[in-house]
């Protein structure tokens, strides 16, 4: 069957929706007031920080405590693998305050941390009503229906980091000042690539754990006739631990759908460090 132009422009606008996603991965607009939810006074929070001794967790200490199989319904569970860069110095920003952003974006600790690790978290499939017939056999629509929802899924990349005393929460607010800062855009640079936000702004945060703040990062993907994209990400602090989650949802992009970090994804993460 003959494929519309239409058809082929989706194609490459997915395509260049996941490389824009992994930007950071494939190489190795904005509010001016971040919605950062933080249980407990500024005063209590200074108080405790200077008192703060405690321990980062150890990287194994860390596995036990991310997502496994089973721990969220409906979705899948795996490793991050090559996907994203393995280290947060293979990945950098155009301006130092954006950079907790990037590495948020990209897997990796905001801060030093004293030990980290991550889990990719990808939404089951769902069922299609082509999805019985070959391509072939499918007509137009029912084409671009079964592409579309073979899309239309979230992925999320959980990353975990641990911190000695007040490097948690220092690192939670190095994250928070960035989505204020760098609300008129950045550019992440990983491996000789770059890829240019063009805003950030906040959004409502799940306020699950000590703090929790919540941005989307806009671009411009290419060959979609100047159509933006936002990925999503939320921070939360629980202790001296961090959790970054890093969500896309091609589907969505390419139609323009609303979608955000998925709230079962955070609470099964909030309850195994409860």
């Known amino acids: 069957m003959k494929r519309s132009s239409g058809i082929r422009l989706c194609v490459t606008v997915a395509v260049s929706a996941l490389s ?13 007031k971040a919605e950062s939810n933080t249980k407990g006074t500024t005063g209590d929070s200074a108080q405790d920080s200077s008192k703060n001794t405690a321990k980062a967790l150890t990287v194994a200490e860390l596995k036990k405590l991310a997502l496994a199989k089973g721990d969220a319904a409906g979705y899948e569970i795996g490793s991050v693998g090559k996907t994203f ?7 950098t920003a155009d301006k130092a305050q954006c950079r907790p952003l990037a590495w948020a974006m990209a897997a990796q600790a905001p801060g030093e941390a004293g030990a980290a690790t991550n889990k990719l978290v990808t939404e089951a499939k769902k069922p299609s009503s082509a999805a019985s017939k070959s391509m072939e056999d499918m007509t137009e629509k029912e084409f671009d229906d079964a592409f579309g929802t073979a899309l239309d899924r979230t992925t999320t990349v959980v990353g975990l980091s641990s911190y000695d005393g007040d490097g948690a ?12 800062s760098c609300s008129g855009g950045f550019t992440v640079t990983s491996g000789g690539d770059s890829q240019k936000y063009t805003g950030v702004a906040a959004e409502k945060a799940s306020d699950t754990g000590d703090e929790s703040v919540a941005f989307g990062a806009s671009a411009v993907m290419e060959d979609s006739g100047g159509k933006t994209g936002t990925m999503h990400t939320e921070v939360v602090r629980h202790g001296n631990t961090l959790v970054t989650y890093y969500t896309v949802n091609l589907g969505a992009l390419m139609s323009g759908k609303a979608y955000v970090v998925p709230p079962a994804v955070i609470d099964a993460q909030a309850a195994k460090l409860k």
């Open 20 to 32: 824009l996603a992994l930007i950071t991965g494939c190489s190795d607009g904005g509010s001016d």
């Open 169 to 180: 929460e220092k690192a939670f607010k190095s994250v928070s000042d960035g989505v204020r």
């Open 85 to 91: 860069p393995a280290s947060k110095s293979a990945v």
